[in-house]
């Protein structure tokens, strides 16, 4: 339930192997300012979700993340690892709503 709970336990840890998923839809539900901790835990993100807020829904123009500037937020910390659209389609066709959120994410 807290980013930087986590992030202590891997640095106690204190493994290059134990890192974190760093899920921008909880990080913004949990902590909000959701790029300062990206650059802030750089160094133990492993893996990183998607969701819309609210609703964990599409990650387009009707949710309160710009999903753009926090690819480009990751790119800058050089992140080269996966992005995954875990949230729930509104739309019927689940395979244009997956393609949109791959589009947003591809920078």
Do not use: W
């Not at 192997?17 to 539900?29: A, E, M, P, S």
């Not at 835990?41 to 123009?61: F, S």
């Amino acid at each position: 339930d807290s980013m930087e709970r986590t992030v202590d336990i891997c640095k106690v840890i204190g493994s290059e192997r134990c890192k974190v998923l760093f899920d921008l839809y909880h990080v913004q539900i949990m902590h909000g300012d959701v790029m300062t901790r990206i650059s802030q835990h750089r160094d133990y993100i492993a893996h990183v979700h998607t969701a819309g807020v609210p609703g964990r829904h599409e990650i387009n123009a009707e949710q309160e993340l710009n999903y753009r500037p926090l690819m480009q937020a990751l790119l800058q910390i050089n992140y080269h690892g996966f992005v995954g659209q875990e949230y729930i389609p509104t739309i019927p066709d689940k395979i244009a709503s997956l393609a949109e959120g791959v589009r947003i994410c591809d920078i």
